[in-house]
């Protein structure tokens, strides 16, 4: 998937939290116009706004299509695209009626790996992720590979940088669920 192709799709995005919070921003900044929310949390909407800032507030107010309550998975294939949150299982009964009718799945992690332009390291576990990432980065950083330092980020999906040599990612491992891309 490619960032030109975000333009022309209707994007559904899968539970609202924290992490789906960023994505959607980072969406709507770079003018991807069609984007849904559908949490299961009726009030999500009213939640945010004592949280957000007035530039987080200002570009929410471009969603137009929110679906939250009990029935917030009905329909997905009303979408071209639906990123779903790590916590919601891939192999559901209504993102797997979506995927059949032709909706592409996906999650923040798989479009940050598709359109970072650089060699990435995915840690996961349940423990000590933030430091097995901090210990690859530091040999890295001392072996210099390519003469850069690497960096480490966690689903930074909001502050992609161009230009990196090597990025270091903490995972969950529900993150890793629809991500085709890994290459060992």
Not at 69 to 75: A, H, I, P, T, W
Not at 90 to 117: D, H, M, N, R, Y
């Amino acid at each position: 998937m490619k960032f030109e192709d975000l333009k022309s799709k209707k994007i559904g995005v899968l539970g609202f939290g924290t992490n789906n919070q960023k994505l959607v921003f980072w969406l709507l900044k770079h003018d991807i116009a069609s984007v849904a929310i559908c949490d299961k949390d009726p009030e999500i909407h009213q939640k945010l706004e004592s949280r957000l800032n007035d530039d987080e507030k200002s570009i929410l107010t471009k969603i137009l299509d929110w679906r939250v309550g009990d029935n917030f998975l009905e329909n997905l294939s009303d979408f071209d695209i639906v990123f779903r949150t790590p916590g919601l299982p891939l192999f559901s009964p209504e993102i797997q009626v979506a995927k059949s009718a032709g909706v592409i799945i996906s999650s923040q992690t798989e479009l940050f790996l598709e359109l970072v332009p650089c060699q990435t390291i995915g840690v996961t576990g349940t423990k000590g992720k933030s430091t097995t990432a901090a210990m690859i980065a530091h040999l890295l950083n001392k072996s210099k590979v390519k003469n850069q330092k690497s960096k480490i980020r966690c689903i930074i999906f909001w502050n992609i940088h161009i230009f990196c040599v090597l990025d270091i990612l903490w995972l969950s491992f529900f993150d890793c669920d629809d991500v085709a891309i890994f290459v060992i």
